[in-house]
């Protein structure tokens, strides 16, 4: 029998492609992406970050955790671990576009700014996932979902990039979030948060409903992946100096340099 994250992926290929593959993460890596377009993307990626942590933590207050000796060996220990882990990672991102921004000088248009509705609709997505009255598994199937079609469409950004760019002519997307997103780190972490959802659903009957409560949850982070992508296709302006804002380097409090955080969180 297929596991959970595998009938997932494969039960709709169609707006799985549509979520991943957004004209906006080709211009993102092609240098025409329209400026005020990844400004604006940014700004609510931002907030993103901070319903997410909020998700985390009520993942982790519902977690029966054990108190034997043995806990670190136990599923749900597992999954505490796993989000920690997606904690620090969110930390680091946020710490990665508020320095990029405030060096790039659109700290303003980033940080000053409220949820748009794609946002918003991540907001209520986190929020019903993780739900008292819904099995837990809803929860984990949607921090799956959402960082595994980040990572596709991180990847696929990565594909459309110009391998043979000096770095010096490189803009702030090819130099510092395209290889951050798509970093080798970042997947091994969807890898673990999608092993542990097939763990916990392994017991679960296909077309019963908790599945189809995993299904529905599937359904709706493709809708809101794809709606979280700015539409590129209208008449704003190219992005401008975008080279020569890239040159700048982020120097982060432990010494780090903006092109050098590890993974990525969505």
């Known amino acids: 029998m297929p596991s959970l994250t595998s009938s997932l992926i494969h039960s709709l290929p169609i707006p799985l492609l549509t979520a991943t593959q957004h004209p906006f993460l080709t211009a993102a890596a092609q240098s025409t992406l329209p400026l005020p ?27 029966p955790l054990s108190g034997g000796a043995d806990r670190e060996q136990s599923l749900e220990w597992r999954v505490a671990e796993v989000c920690i882990d997606a904690l620090e990672m ?28 794609e946002t918003r609709a991540y907001q209520d997505l986190f929020v019903g996932a993780a739900a008292p009255n819904r099995p837990l598994i809803v929860a984990l199937v949607a921090l799956w979902g959402t960082e595994e079609c980040y990572l596709r469409s ?15 002519d490189k803009d702030v997307m090819q130099r510092v979030f395209i290889p951050n997103w798509s970093s080798g780190e970042f997947e091994a972490f969807v890898r673990r948060v999608g092993g542990l959802v097939n763990k916990f659903g392994a017991g679960i009957e296909e077309g019963g409903w908790e599945w189809e409560e995993c299904e529905e949850v599937w359904r709706q982070v493709l809708w809101a ?7 590129v296709g209208g ?15 982020v120097t982060f409090g432990d010494g780090s340099k903006n092109g050098s955080a590890d993974g990525g969180s969505k």
């Open 154 to 168: 991180w990847k696929y950004a990565a594909t459309k990039m110009d391998l043979s760019l000096k770095a010096k």
């Open 235 to 249: 008449d704003e302006e190219p992005k401008k100096d975008s080279k020569k804002k890239a040159n700048k380097e």
């Open 90 to 117: 969110a930390k680091r991102e946020l710490r990665l576009i508020e320095e990029t921004a405030r060096a790039e000088g659109w700290e303003g248009d980033v940080v000053d700014v409220r949820a748009g509705k």
């Open 37 to 63: 377009s990844l400004i604006a993307w940014l700004a609510q990626d931002r907030l993103y970050l901070l319903a997410y942590v909020n998700f985390i933590g009520t993942i982790l207050s519902r977690l």
């Open 225 to 231: 992946e794809k709606a979280f992508w700015p539409d």
